[in-house]
């Protein structure tokens, strides 16, 4: 019997002169209480990788407790950023987990996970593939009644063609466009909510395009299922990727922020990268998952975010 062996193909290498700045920034939660305490919440075991050399960062915190308001078993976040010769990218990957949320004994969660991976490919790659697998909720309830989510993991659609931004992709913005305009227009809203997703609303009705501050709002939920919930919680309502909760707040499940930045600097010259000299940099696209985006109202007052997780790079030339 005679076996055929596939010749095997030489992995890509980074091509010479070409280097590549990791960037990623993670937070399991921050905010502020308005009422019925006015307290700052300061981040919760925040990461930020920017660097040249990638690597692996992690931390975690145990029985998180604010004021009796929110509390949270334990939480992680992790950045990583190393080189794919197999697939010829560099690969950053960040991560925040929560266990055990409960705000106000209202929302509660076993587990919340953000999750967010870009690849830039070593040539043509300033533009990002872009990943939100492992993204997830786990047994969210609403005064202990579960809450179905259906998700849209490829809301970014593919990698645009020619390495043009995100941003430019007129059917990806067309649908972001559409969904803040219900939700703006949706008579569900109370409260700050409904101004700021009424400003949302004008920004994002200006013509996208390649500039700082061009940035699309849209999220990884396509749908909320809440039909138990409103049998025991009539008033309770969702619009798009919200859940509007009487005498609780609204609460933005799963939101993406993807925009264009200025490049992080590139550091100094080392063993990854002949040189940077005589380059001009891109503006950089990145990619901002808030797990829940929270503006409280009557039982609480406040603006709170969890499980914030943003990644992006920028490579020379």
Not at 20 to 38: M, T
Request: glycine fraction near 10%; charge should be negative; proline fraction near 6%.
């Amino acid at each position: 019997m005679t076996i055929d062996i596939e010749e095997e193909t030489a992995a890509p290498t980074v091509p010479p002169g070409y280097c590549h700045q990791f960037h990623a920034d993670v937070s399991a939660l921050h905010g502020e209480f308005r009422a019925p305490i006015r307290q700052r919440i300061e981040s919760h075991i925040p990461i930020t990788l920017n660097d040249r050399r990638g690597g692996h960062l992690t931390r975690y915190v145990e029985d998180i407790n604010i004021e009796g308001l929110i509390f949270v078993k334990r939480a992680f976040t992790r950045v990583s950023g190393s080189i794919s010769e197999k697939y010829g990218a560099w690969v950053t990957l960040a991560a925040t987990v929560l266990e055990g949320v409960n705000f106000l004994e209202v929302l509660t969660a076993d587990r919340v996970v953000a999750q967010v991976s870009t690849e830039h490919a070593f040539r043509d790659g300033h533009v990002p593939r872009v990943s939100f697998l492992g993204t997830k909720f786990e047994n969210l309830k609403i005064n202990g009644i579960p809450v179905g989510i259906e998700y849209d993991f490829d809301v970014c659609g593919p990698r645009p063609a020619r390495d043009q931004p995100y941003n430019t992709n007129e059917a990806f913005t067309a649908q972001a466009r559409e969904r803040i305009n219900e939700i703006a227009n949706s008579e569900f809203l109370f409260g700050r909510a409904r101004t700021n997703y009424a400003g949302l609303q004008r920004v994002m009705s200006e013509p996208f395009g390649e500039r700082v501050g061009s940035n699309v709002t849209c999220s990884v939920v396509r749908r909320i299922i809440i039909d138990k919930v409103r049998e025991q919680l009539p008033g309770v309502q969702t619009v798009g990727h919200l859940l509007a909760i009487p005498e609780f707040g609204v609460v933005a499940l799963g939101e993406v922020v993807v925009g264009l930045e200025n490049p992080q600097p590139i550091t100094p010259r080392g063993p990854m990268c002949e040189s940077t000299n005589g380059h001009p940099q891109r503006l950089s696209n990145y990619f901002e998952l808030t797990m829940l985006n929270m503006e409280l109202g009557c039982v609480g007052a406040g603006s709170v975010q969890v499980g914030k997780t943003k990644t992006n790079g920028n490579t020379n030339p």
